[in-house]
């Protein structure tokens, strides 16, 4: 996926979760951050971002703030890139597929439905922007909904049917993922319970730059790791 005339600036500050100044050239920019996580270690006075022109001349922020620069490689923190990365990607996965996004099943309404043959599959994008020392984490703030979207994948793989979370690492250059059992123990116990339960875990890392981001490569899934590490 391609942003079209971003532009970078310096991040000021953010006053609430949905706005955050920036400066670019000298001009202090009102700007939307697509994402509603801490992105604390992220978004950190003086740091690099990119901006995209908002889509809707009419709103009251004209930017987007969608990706950061942080120790030398851009992480993107579009809350919505993901879901778009995904659709790219998910053809390569399964090809031939018919690929259903936003598909509703009970109470619950998953990301995508992938028929495929007989074979059918029920699928969850989750972004990834927190990193600490190559170690990737979700999420970063806690996730009720995230929880409620992992009880509904394994209660259809409870009933026979396949299942999986695709977890979109939003950079490069990282070691492995795990769920951030600090922040949303819960989200971790329920990860756990899924797999038990036969939900496929996917992590792909992403090509990153201030105007693009492309799922790219596998990476290494622990549930549990060693507190020593």
Same mark, same amino acid.
């Given at each position: 996926? *391609?942003?079209?005339?971003? +532009?970078?600036?310096?991040?000021?500050?953010?006053?609430?979760? #949905?706005?955050?100044?920036?400066?670019?050239?000298?001009?202090?920019? %009102?700007?939307? %951050?697509?994402?509603?996580?801490?992105?604390?270690?992220?978004?950190?006075?003086?740091?690099?971002?990119?901006?995209?022109?908002?889509?809707? !001349?009419?709103?009251?922020?004209?930017?987007?703030?969608?990706?950061?620069?942080?120790?030398?490689?851009?992480?993107?923190?579009?809350?919505?890139?993901?879901?778009?990365?995904? &659709?790219? @990607?998910?053809? =390569?996965? @399964?090809?031939? &597929? *018919?690929?259903?996004?936003?598909?509703? /099943?009970?109470?619950?309404?998953?990301? @995508?439905? /992938?028929?495929?043959?007989?074979?059918?599959?029920?699928?969850?994008?989750?972004? %990834?922007?927190?990193?600490?020392?190559? $170690?990737?984490?979700?999420?970063?703030? !806690?996730?009720?909904?995230?929880?409620?979207?992992?009880?509904?994948?394994?209660?259809?793989?409870?009933?026979?049917?396949? &299942?999986?979370?695709? #977890? +979109? /690492?939003?950079?490069?250059?990282? $070691?492995?993922? =795990?769920?951030?059992?600090?922040?949303? !123990?819960? #989200?971790?116990?329920?990860? *756990?319970?899924?797999?038990?339960?036969?939900?496929?875990?996917?992590?792909?890392?992403?090509?990153?730059?201030?105007?693009?981001?492309? /799922?790219?490569?596998?990476?290494?899934?622990?549930? @549990? =790791?060693?507190?020593? *590490?």
């Amino acid at each position: 996926m *391609e942003y079209k005339n971003t +532009v970078r600036g310096r991040f000021i500050d953010r006053p609430n979760r #949905f706005i955050a100044h920036v400066d670019v050239g000298g001009e202090r920019l %009102v700007c939307h %951050v697509k994402n509603t996580g801490r992105c604390r270690e992220l978004l950190i006075p003086g740091a690099v971002v990119a901006l995209c022109p908002a889509q809707s !001349p009419a709103r009251k922020t004209a930017w987007d703030l969608i990706a950061v620069e942080k120790a030398g490689r851009w992480i993107n923190i579009d809350s919505q890139a993901p879901n778009l990365a995904a &659709a790219a @990607f998910l053809p =390569t996965l @399964f090809p031939g &597929a *018919e690929i259903q996004p936003e598909y509703k /099943i009970g109470q619950s309404r998953l990301d @995508f439905f /992938i028929k495929t043959g007989e074979d059918c599959v029920y699928l969850e994008v989750k972004g %990834v922007t927190l990193e600490e020392n190559g $170690v990737v984490l979700f999420p970063d703030a !806690p996730t009720q909904r995230g929880t409620k979207h992992v009880h509904t994948l394994t209660r259809l793989a409870q009933e026979g049917h396949r &299942a999986c979370i695709l #977890f +979109v /690492i939003q950079m490069k250059d990282v $070691v492995y993922f =795990t769920p951030n059992r600090r922040t949303d !123990p819960d #989200f971790a116990a329920a990860l *756990e319970e899924a797999v038990a339960a036969g939900v496929e875990l996917l992590a792909m890392d992403c090509r990153v730059t201030d105007c693009s981001m492309i /799922i790219d490569a596998p990476v290494e899934v622990r549930l @549990f =790791t060693d507190k020593a *590490e």
